[in-house]
């Protein structure tokens, strides 16, 4: 049986329909390196305008999953749909995702605005078109002023700005963020956080967001995928998560927690009560801890 010691305010999950085509959906995906199995089945759907974050410690599958949906590596089972379209042998470039890297990945020679409009170029966008998304990105980011500077003139906040730019001006099917607050000292990486959720509401851009810091999950997500070994142990609302763990990994990684041992008592449909000493509580019967 859980107690928690700490409260905590989640944001309102995003509303799901099976009417609704998924924007992302993994349906088993699984892949190895050699003899490891990094990502074991993976089923998973994400809704249009959807903030789904990845949640776990290093290792435990989610940037192989982050990844996968990207096209930087291929699945060896399983297959993925980007807004209903099988893309699981499409290349990278052909899926119409955005990427945020955890170093940011700027072309140092370059400046902010070159670096903005790479996309758009590479896509033959005509000229005029490209000056205007890249004029209204750095605006997004509050970077307007900053055009004319190189990557090594910036703040590290301001290289992310940047790289988010960089990645919503093609105007993406798919935002994906891996770990992009970790280079970023603690105040900053809070501020970034409020300005990263705020941009995604604005757009209404999907996005699967890559971190190991709960705190950054539970306030930014519409819903969790908490990992481990490369399995997904539950995917949930951040409060879901936090009040009603699927298991004891779940649990102990997600917020504080104290374990009891208890004796089960009964079970009644939904609720069992439960002996721990000469208490008894009622819990629900799904919840195995």
Not at 124 to 133: D, F, L, N, Q, W
Not at 250 to 271: K, M, T
Request: proline residues 4%; aromatic residues 6%; hydrophobic residues 45%.
């Amino acid at each position: 049986m859980l107690m928690r010691t700490d409260q905590m305010t989640a944001s309102t999950p995003a509303p799901a329909s099976d009417k609704i085509r998924p924007a992302v959906q993994l349906d088993g995906v699984t892949k190895r390196f050699g003899d490891s199995v990094a990502l074991h089945e993976a089923w998973l759907k994400i809704q249009p305008s959807e903030f789904m974050t990845l949640l776990g410690p290093s290792g435990c599958g989610k940037t192989t999953l982050l990844n996968l949906v990207a096209g930087f590596l291929g699945a060896d089972n399983g297959e993925i749909f980007i807004e209903g379209a099988l893309v699981t042998e499409t290349p990278a470039h052909m899926r119409e995702i955005g990427i945020v890297f955890q170093n940011y990945a700027l072309f140092p020679h370059m400046s902010v605005a070159h670096n903005v409009a790479y996309g758009l170029k590479t896509r033959g966008i005509e000229k005029k078109e490209i000056a205007r998304r890249v004029d209204e990105a750095l605006a997004l980011v509050k970077l307007t002023g900053f055009a004319d500077r190189k990557p090594r003139q910036l703040s590290g906040g301001q290289q992310q700005r940047v790289a988010l730019a960089r990645a919503l001006v093609i105007k993406p099917k798919v935002l994906l963020l891996d770990e992009p607050f970790s280079a970023l000292d603690k105040n900053l990486r809070g501020s970034m956080q409020v300005e990263l959720k705020q941009i995604q509401r604005e757009l209404g851009v999907t996005t699967i967001f890559v971190t190991h810091d709960q705190g950054e999950a539970l306030s930014m997500s519409d819903r969790i995928a908490v990992m481990s070994a490369g399995r997904i142990r539950q995917i949930a609302a951040p409060d879901d998560i936090y009040r009603r763990p699927a298991d004891r990994f779940v649990a102990s990684f997600v917020g504080d927690a104290n374990l009891l041992n208890g004796r089960l008592v009964e079970r009644r449909g939904d609720v069992a009560m439960v002996s721990i000493g000469d208490v008894r509580a009622s819990v629900p019967a799904a919840v195995h801890c």
